[in-house]
């Protein structure tokens, strides 16, 4: 009976976490439930009688959770089986190793033991409550990175729509935020326990270390919100202006013909530059989504500057005088079957200038172990029509894309940067732009390292127009929308049927598109002075830290269990030789 509810609390906080994060009743998610949601989880796992129920305990929730959030996996043609499947379980074995060391503090054998020992007793209360906070937030950290990293259904998704408390990625990044929900959620679920608890001298204790916490919480949240508060309403002026079209063309590129797919992103460019020139602006830029050229450059130059047919891909670039940054392939190794995922440059004169290779793959779906050997191969053939997955780049590549400006001459003509260059001064009616491709917007350190490199302005490309569902273009969002404010550089997405967006620095949305629709874009996209932030400068110092702390706390209670132990020992030993000689007598 009581590991059923165990078990019921523990899908009751799955089903909070879902809520929280964006879904299809709240689309944008919702902070309240963020704030509240882990506590059945910290009330289930205290209860806990073993290691194994809590791994138990941790695997249920996760799987729930991802289950709950990103359903919507199914729609990923023929990689549904390993994007939806092995990305559940393998999250949820994460998460049941990390509440592992969760059930470290909380066991009933460590629990007594916090409580009678001399030099942790003033402080087991505290050590509880922030215990599970600091072990959710490397779980977050564990699931959101390496190869298969996934960082969605995350706690701090629920937070984008709370514009104050957000401001703090800039410190902390995202885990931050999930760290304070959590540490919210640890106390609720800690004084849900002291109530029932019976009244002890211990009790009165952990009644005045709960306040103490309680006090803590307060604190911290009165501070990250003024500082939020502080930041939001910053007056920050940007130095320059990039004049972009962003096409939304609403075509899964997976099914759809390339022709009419080129065909009407070329539509709506027309749009967007006669949208800019009504507003006496002339276009700088112009941003197609992810894959939706299907040949590989560099050779394909020459095949798009006859097709479409009807109107030639290139000719048509070089007829509006604007670069063009699109999603398309490259050709990294021909012999060894290695092609990446690109985002394309092509010049104001029709000319292929070079691309940027997409660093972060989908785990199991563009990057496939094992691809080498040949039964591998004919598996995925059989299950998806293709025997390679993608090869991921290796630079930090930026483009530099000339905007208006009254000095400027009509003959400039955007390049490729690349990291070795990023020291080089570049006259200011220039803007150096990241293109980071779909999944690349969720990791910090992909976009990190375009930051240093010296982008001024993320232009994220994105294709999830397969997933047919409104919240996993909310959720993508959500997730990419933490690198505009750690790094206080705009972010715009260009995404084939949303969400295509706007954000500047501050988390403000200054222009977005509905979702599903045939659309553009057109817009001054400002760009401001970069700052290196706290983040931008030490990275995931955060969960990092909270590891060193949970290694050195455990090694203290188990050098403080060996110590007491001995002294234990030797004062035994040191009665039985005082009862000896009267023993003898």
Not at 64 to 83: D, E, M, P, Q, R
Not at 143 to 160: C, E, H, I, Q, R
Not at 414 to 421: A, E, H
Request: proline content about 5%; some cysteine; charged content about 15%.
């Amino acid at each position: 009976m009581f590991c059923f509810l165990q078990v019921f609390c523990v899908l009751f906080s799955a089903a909070l976490v879902s809520l929280g994060i964006p879904n299809e009743f709240f689309e944008t998610g919702n902070a309240f439930f963020g704030l509240i949601s882990l506590v059945p989880l910290f009330i289930a796992i205290s209860r806990s009688k073993s290691y194994r129920m809590s791994f138990f305990l941790g695997f249920i929730h996760a799987g729930v959770t991802h289950l709950f959030s990103s359903y919507w996996l199914k729609n990923f043609h023929g990689f549904a089986i390993f994007t939806l499947g092995a990305s559940l379980i393998g999250t949820a074995f994460i998460e049941g190793f990390v509440f592992l060391i969760m059930h470290y503090a909380y066991s009933s054998q460590k629990n007594a033991f916090l409580s009678s020992s001399e030099k942790f007793s003033p402080y087991s209360m505290a050590i509880k409550i922030f215990w599970g906070p600091a072990v959710y937030v490397i779980y977050e950290w564990c699931k959101s990175n390496g190869f298969l990293g996934y960082p969605w259904g995350t706690v701090s998704m629920s937070a984008v729509s709370s514009r104050y408390i957000v401001q703090i990625a800039d410190i902390t990044g995202a885990y931050g935020i999930t760290f304070l929900f959590a540490l919210a959620s640890s106390c609720i679920a800690w004084g849900i326990i002291l109530l029932r608890k019976e009244i002890s001298i211990t009790y009165s204790n952990d009644i005045f270390c709960y306040k103490n916490a309680v006090l803590f919480l307060g604190a911290i949240f009165t501070v990250s919100l003024c500082y939020g508060f502080f930041k939001y309403h910053e007056h920050v002026q940007p130095v320059k202006n990039i004049n972009t079209v962003m096409v939304q063309h609403n075509q899964d590129t997976y099914s759809a013909n390339e022709d009419s797919s080129i065909l009407e992103a070329e539509k709506l460019t027309l749009e967007g530059i006669d949208i800019l020139r009504s507003m006496e602006l002339k276009p700088d830029l112009v941003v197609w989504s992810e894959g939706i050229l299907n040949r590989y450059f560099p050779k394909s130059q020459h095949y798009y500057e006859n097709f479409p047919y009807s109107s030639p891909l290139m000719t048509f670039v070089k007829k509006q005088n604007v670069p063009f940054i699109i999603g398309g392939s490259l050709t990294i190794d021909a012999e060894n079957h290695k092609y990446g995922n690109a985002a394309a440059l092509i010049t104001n004169k029709g000319e292929y200038a070079g691309s940027y290779i997409k660093l972060h793959l989908v785990p199991f779906a563009e990057a496939i172990p094992f691809v080498e050997y040949e039964p591998v191969r004919k598996f995925i053939k059989k299950i998806a029509g293709f025997s390679y997955g993608w090869t991921a780049g290796s630079n930090y590549t930026l483009f530099e894309i000339p905007i208006s400006d009254k000095n400027a001459a009509d003959t400039r003509n955007p390049q490729i940067i690349y990291p070795d260059l990023k020291k080089n001064k570049l006259p200011p009616s220039t803007v150096k732009v990241s293109s980071p491709i779909c999944f690349d917007d969720a990791f910090p350190s992909v976009c990190r390292g375009l930051f240093l490199s010296g982008c001024e302005l993320f232009m994220n490309i994105t294709n999830d127009s397969w997933s047919k569902t409104r919240s996993a273009e909310y959720q993508h969002f959500a997730t990419a929308f933490y690198r505009a404010i750690e790094y206080r550089t705009t972010l715009a997405r260009c995404t084939n049927s949303g969400f295509t967006v706007v954000v500047n620095p501050q988390g403000k949305i200054t222009g977005k598109l509905p979702l599903f629709e045939e659309n553009v874009l057109a817009m001054q996209i400002p760009v401001y002075k970069p700052k290196m932030t706290v983040y931008a400068k030490f990275g995931n110092w955060l969960p990092y830290s909270l590891m060193l702390l949970v290694f050195f706390f455990i090694v203290a209670v188990e050098k403080q269990i060996e110590k007491e132990k001995i002294t234990e020992i030797s004062v035994e030993c040191a009665a039985k030789r005082k009862r000896g000689p009267k023993a003898k007598k």
